[in-house]
Nanobody, 122 residues
Framework: QVQLVESGGGLVQAGASLRLTCAAS????????ITWFRQAPGKEREFVAT????????HYADFVKRRFTISRDNAKNTAYLQLNSLKPEDSAVYYC???????????????WGQGTQVTVSS
C-alpha cells in the first residue's frame, strides 16, 4: 500500500501561486505514477495533471494551460503541483492519487490522500 498526505493549500488572491505537496509512505514510491485531481463543491472530481513513475512523462488537463507544473522527487518520496496565475475557478479540494499505470480517470486509482483546500478570491 501507499499512504499519501497532501499539504500546501490555502486562501490566496487571483494571480497568486501555491505549491502543493504530496508526501508518500509505504510501498516503493517510485513504482507509482502520481496524479493530481481536484473537486469543487457540487462538481465531479476532475483530472489536473499526472507524472510517470520516473518523472519523464507528464500530462495536463486542457484547462491548466501551462499555469500548473507537476514534478516529483523520488529520493524524498514526494510529488508536487506548482500552481501559478491562480483563478477563482481553480478553487477546489486538490487530491493526489497513486497508481502503477496512471491515467486520467479517478476510478482507476486505489490510493488517495485526504486532500488540501485551495481557495482563490477575486
Amino acid at each position: 500500500q501507499v499512504q499519501l498526505v497532501e499539504s500546501g493549500g490555502g486562501l490566496v488572491q487571483a494571480g497568486a501561486s501555491l505549491r502543493l505537496t504530496c508526501a508518500a509512505s509505504g510501498r516503493t514510491f517510485n513504482e507509482y505514477a502520481i496524479t493530481w485531481f481536484r473537486q469543487a463543491p457540487g462538481k465531479e472530481r476532475e483530472f489536473v495533471a499526472t507524472i510517470s513513475w520516473g518523472g519523464g512523462a507528464t500530462h495536463y488537463a486542457d484547462f491548466v494551460k501551462r499555469r500548473f507544473t507537476i514534478s516529483r522527487d523520488n529520493a524524498k518520496n514526494t510529488a508536487y503541483l506548482q500552481l501559478n496565475s491562480l483563478k477563482p475557478e481553480d478553487s477546489a479540494v486538490y487530491y493526489c492519487a497513486a497508481d502503477l499505470h496512471g491515467g486520467s480517470a479517478a476510478s482507476e486509482y486505489e490510493y488517495w490522500g485526504q486532500g488540501t483546500q485551495v481557495t482563490v478570491s477575486s
